[in-house]
């Protein structure tokens, strides 16, 4: 069992930042952490993924905006989200997975958080 604990949503105005974390408990044995994030009325979609021993990965919406980082000392996941847009707006989930499989695919991961609100206003 994996237990993932989200923090840092917020509202924040268009073009500012915030900085995501996910605090990981449990099984440490990891193929993939990664964000996702849901907007009302859409299916949950990819963000960004650290993958062990890899790259880290991006959908190419954030690319360049995001950056995804972990510190294994804290066992915690960083979403660092620059130049927000209103399009941004959602509920950001934090996501394990313990096999391999399609990184951006949500039913590659196994084990997911509770969601944190991100609203970006114009």
């Known amino acids: 069992q994996v237990q993932l604990v989200e923090s840092g949503g917020g509202l924040v105005q268009a073009g500012g930042s915030l900085r995501l974390s996910c605090a990981a408990s449990?099984?440490?044995?990891?193929?993939?952490m990664g964000w996702f994030r849901q907007a009302p009325g859409k299916d949950r979609e990819f963000v960004a993924a650290?993958?062990?021993?890899?790259?880290?990965n991006y959908a190419e919406s954030v690319k360049g905006r995001f950056t995804i980082s972990s510190d294994n000392a804290e066992n915690t996941v960083y979403l660092q989200m620059n130049s927000l847009k209103p399009d941004d707006t959602a509920i950001y989930y934090c996501?394990?997975?313990?096999?391999?499989?399609?990184?951006?695919?949500?039913?590659?991961?196994?084990?997911w958080g509770q969601g944190t609100q991100v609203t970006v206003s114009s």
């Open positions: 650290v993958i062990s021993g890899g790259s880290p």
């Open positions: 996501a394990a997975a313990v096999k391999w499989g399609v990184v951006r695919y949500p039913v590659t991961y196994d084990f």
């Open positions: 449990g099984r440490t044995l990891r193929t993939y």
